[in-house]
């Protein structure tokens, strides 16, 4: 794997890409669905009516400049943004057909639908392995057995297994960025959530961590619906089938990976995949 | 044109070198203050323990005086014959002899005094009434008649002392525990009874119950009697042997052997038997009862009762200001009103200590404990159960006096919880309270110690609102003790501030107390600094455990 990564050429689209066709992809119902939203800070608009439906089981890359509002977006779709004060929200958000900001959702059901994966990695001060037990713990499992077996297959699952097995009961503080990033994802999969939401899950790591944590976003999209926030035009060309263009809040543009990066419709997009601006 | 170059003045000023010194010299004056406070408490109180050698000299009218050389001072005297102003100088000798002189310190002037010598068969006895008393061993009594006289007696008094010692700490056991156990059922007793009057309809009920209590009382009455008697008997055995002493002047005085605490020949003691006597006095010390006011003997009680208090206080402080903080960070709407209470909690932390004490007084003790006598202990009334001070009241003072530090250091550490750990948290589908319970508390324990410590820190010290909440001088049982319910809350008790603060002040013979001063001064430091390694080597080990990310 890693001479791969060591030789990895620039931009290459469908190096990386699952056999799938753009026309089977394009079969996949909808788990995520918007209708004009608007989100606002105060007086300043973040996001300006949006409308988009994200497919079930592939990787949906938001890439866009600094402050376009794709992070924001992006913590629509598990109600992070209820935490911050000042925020106001219209339009409509389906998670899986349920109206997510309709008056029966409960956020922390939502949130155990709705995996995150953060831009830091933020393992908690305590195990590897209560790291992983957390979600579980919290959602009430409290069988020893299940637990092991849980952390085990996601730690398998997060290509983390065969680095800690060893040190399962050391601080989770001991590991390396990359693999503290692995260890965020482990914690998010043990709790078998549909979808993950990863903000920048690799700008805070060298290259050949961030290849291990793209070639695990590869292998997990099998059964998760993915939806990353990047910078790197390079990783969401590498690893996303779908790519969504922001800019100042709105959606540019939304289409194929391949169609984003190759042939945009738009202008903007256009300039910004090629690096003209941004 | 060409800047000139600046003078190594402006330089100075300019790199602000001379601000470096400013702090330097601040932190400087600093130590050195704390550095003086220490010197001075140890110096003064650390030889509280040692065994003063004894100086005899003769008076300008033809006596002779034995006692402890306490200082030299100078003075100015104006002599009225010839009109002139004299340097004279003079010293403070501890005479003792309390029962034979009336006063045991006196100030001679050093044309008064000549010959000073240190005899080496000076004897110091430290008694159980009237302080020291210094002198010359003549004779050892036994029944009256000498049974050892002259180097012999020294040698007798050494082998007979322990023996009639024991004898008379039988004796005070008795006195102080058991009878003291027998008042205590007898009072039990007589509550009883008031309380079938009280509670029972007149009837056989009533008639069974008081009966039963009277019974109580006549077998107890009985005990008391044999008590007595064998304490009576206890302190007849204790006057079996008696020391006869001579003053340097020549007066006679018999001593019984019983009442002697510790018999010593300072200006005759070897460096080992020097050292062994100073730590006997330093275990007397911390693990003695007062004596004779409490200018002598122990201050174990005063110990006990600073620590238990400082315990009590914690236990209630800790909850209580973790939880406001916890509601004013977490839940609360931040906004004018938070803003308002959190201005208000720490001008709370700067208001005089005594005005805690005044409202501990008025609501502790008159509302809460009266309002619990009238429901709880109805017999007992007029006298208060809880409606006095006391340590649990003395305690709640306090722990309200030091809420806005708990307050304020758990608000900084639960803010200084990484946003990340908390979002993580709930993005796994965490409930606000699971995560509070779970990441934020655990992160924040840390500094929440830091604030207990603090409050520790101020609690322990603080004296005024204990004087009105429960601080006695002289308290004759501790707060935790072997009878049931084991915590008397509702007790008085001591505390190594207050007994300062008594000793120093309030004591009938201001000289004897001096040196307690310090010393107890020295133990209260030892006290606050023991009570606050034990929290941060506790907050050491959590904070390895809860480390939280550094990096990444």
């Known amino acids: 794997m890693s001479d791969s990564l060591t030789s990895r050429p620039q931009l290459t689209v469908t190096a990386r890409q699952n056999a799938e066709s753009p026309e089977e992809l394009a079969k996949r119902k909808n788990i995520i669905e918007t209708e004009s939203l608007s989100l606002s800070y105060g007086e300043s608009r973040a996001l300006k009516n949006i409308t988009m439906a994200i497919r079930e089981r592939v990787v949906t890359a938001f890439i866009g400049p600094s402050g376009c509002g794709k992070s924001t977006f992006l913590r629509c779709f598990n109600r992070m943004n209820d935490l911050i004060d000042g925020v106001t929200i219209r339009g409509r958000l389906w998670i899986d057909g349920e109206e997510a900001f309709g008056p029966g959702m409960d956020v922390i059901e939502l949130r155990k639908k709705v995996g995150m994966v953060f831009q830091k990695s933020n393992p908690f001060p305590k195990t590897i392995y209560e790291n992983i037990a957390y979600g579980l713990r919290v959602a009430g499992i409290k069988d020893k057995a299940t637990l092991d077996e849980t952390i085990e297959q996601s730690l398998k699952n997060a290509a983390l297994w065969e680095e800690v097995k060893d040190r399962l009961h050391e601080s989770a503080l001991g590991l390396s960025g990359g693999q503290q990033q692995r260890l965020c994802i482990a914690r998010a999969i043990a709790i078998r959530p549909e979808i993950i939401l990863m903000d920048e899950p690799a700008s805070a790591l060298d290259p050949i961590a961030t290849g291990r944590v793209e070639d695990l976003i590869l292998d997990l999209k099998r059964d998760f619906t993915i939806v990353i926030v990047t910078h790197n035009m390079q990783q969401a060309a590498r690893i996303s089938d779908y790519t969504a263009f922001f800019y100042l809040g709105e959606l540019i543009e939304y289409d194929t990976t391949n169609k984003i990066f190759t042939n945009p419709s738009k202008k903007q997009t256009e300039d910004y995949v090629t690096g003209r601006f941004g | ?552």
């Open chain 2, 1 to 552: 044109m060409i800047r000139e170059r600046p003078s190594a003045l402006d330089r100075t000023f300019s790199q602000g070198e001379h601000l470096i010194w400013l702090t330097g010299a601040a932190l400087a004056v600093c130590l050195l203050m704390i550095a003086g406070l220490l010197v001075i408490v140890v110096k003064n109180g650390a030889g509280y323990f040692q065994p003063h050698p004894l100086t005899q000299a003769d008076t300008a009218d033809g006596g002779k005086i034995l006692g402890v050389l306490l200082g030299t001072e100078s003075f100015r005297k104006f002599n009225a014959t010839n009109s002139a102003v004299e340097d004279l100088t003079r010293s403070q000798f501890k005479l003792g002899n309390r029962d034979v002189y009336g006063i045991d310190f006196k100030w001679f002037e050093h044309t008064e005094i000549t010959n000073k010598t240190r005899p080496s068969e000076a004897v110091a006895l430290e008694r159980d009434e009237y302080g020291d008393f210094y002198g010359y061993l003549t004779a050892l009594k036994e029944q009256g008649k000498v049974i050892a006289e002259g180097d012999a007696a020294w040698a007798e008094l050494q082998r007979k002392h322990p023996v009639a010692r024991s004898v008379a700490e039988e004796r005070l056991h008795v006195q102080k525990v058991e009878i003291g156990r027998v008042n205590a059922a007898i009072q039990e007793a007589n509550i009883q009874i008031k309380r079938a009057e009280r509670r029972l309809p007149p009837g056989a009920e009533r008639d069974a119950a008081t009966a039963k209590a009277q019974a109580i009382i006549t077998t107890q009455q009985a005990e008391f009697e044999k008590l007595k008697a064998r304490a009576g008997e206890l302190q007849t055995e204790g006057q079996r042997f008696v020391a006869v002493m001579r003053t340097a002047d020549g007066k006679e005085k018999e001593i019984p052997l019983a009442e002697i605490v510790r018999a010593f020949k300072p200006n005759a003691m070897s460096s080992s038997a020097k050292a062994g006597h100073y730590l006997s006095k330093v275990w007397e010390f911390t693990t003695g009862e007062p004596r004779e006011s409490n200018t002598e003997g122990g201050i174990f009680p005063a110990i006990f009762g600073t620590v238990v208090m400082t315990l009590l206080m914690s236990i209630a402080v800790v909850p209580f200001g973790v939880l406001a903080a916890l509601y004013l960070r977490e839940y609360a709407k931040q906004g004018f009103f938070v803003r308002c209470v959190r201005i208000a909690v720490n001008n709370l932390a700067g208001v005089p200590s005594i005005v805690f004490g005044v409202f501990g007084l008025g609501f502790f003790v008159y509302f809460v404990g009266g309002t619990i006598d009238q429901l709880f202990y109805p017999e007992l009334l007029p006298t208060p159960t809880y409606g006095t001070g006391g340590i649990l009241w003395a305690s709640l003072t306090l722990a309200l006096l030091t809420v806005p530090v708990v307050i304020v250091a758990t608000e900084e550490s639960i803010a200084a919880v990484p946003r990340g750990a908390k979002e993580g948290s709930l993005a796994l589908g965490a409930s606000k309270f699971q995560t509070l319970c779970r990441i934020v508390l655990p992160a924040s324990l840390p500094g929440i110690l830091t604030g207990l410590i603090l409050a520790m820190a101020r609690g322990a010290g603080e004296v005024a609102p204990l004087m009105i909440t429960g601080v006695v001088k002289l308290a004759p049982t501790l707060p935790l003790d072997a009878t049931f319910p084991f915590f008397h809350l509702d007790r008085k008790f001591m505390h190594l501030g207050f007994h300062i603060y008594d000793v120093g002040f309030q004591s009938p013979n201001v000289e004897a107390a001096k040196p307690m001063v310090f010393t107890t001064t020295l133990l209260l430091l030892f006290v606050v600094v023991a009570l606050n390694l034990a929290a941060i080597l506790i907050r050491d080990r959590i904070r390895k455990k809860y480390r939280t990310g550094a990096f990444a």
